[in-house]
């Protein structure tokens, strides 16, 4: 059975740090698109940030870039979300996916991904 956990949501201060991990079971996640993406009350699900298979065309949406960074540990099976100078709308609940029909990504959109995490709550307090 495939299963993303995702954890490390919490609430923090604007301009503080947290990292959102993401750890897979029933699949190697460096074989896949794996995307991390976010939705605030009232509003649609949007891409945060989207890696190919092997480390491939990383994307960032235009409103984390800087301040967000995508990482992941192979050994672990684990992806990584570090954010950085958080602002107040950086609120929402924060999800993990993966794309598993698909090994190459050139569009951070939600109708690419088939596996989700069950999100993780980040809320930037001003």
């Known amino acids: 059975q495939l299963q993303l956990v995702e954890s490390g949501g919490a609430l923090v201060e604007t301009g503080g740090s947290l990292r959102l991990s993401c750890a897979a079971s029933g699949f190697t996640l460096d074989n896949y698109v794996i995307g991390w993406f976010r939705q605030a009350p009232g509003k649609e699900r949007e891409g945060v940030s989207c890696i190919g298979s092997r480390g491939t065309n990383l994307i960032y949406a235009d409103a984390v870039k800087g301040r967000f960074t995508f990482s992941r540990d192979n050994a672990k099976n684990t992806v990584y979300l570090q954010m950085n100078s958080l602002k107040p709308e950086d609120t929402a609940v924060y999800y993990c996916?993966?794309?598993?029909?698909?090994?190459?990504?050139?569009?951070?959109?939600?109708?690419?991904?088939?596996?989700w995490g069950q999100g993780t709550q980040v809320t930037v307090s001003s």
């Open positions: 996916t993966a794309a598993t029909k698909f090994s190459l990504i050139r569009r951070c959109t939600s109708d690419l991904f088939d596996t």
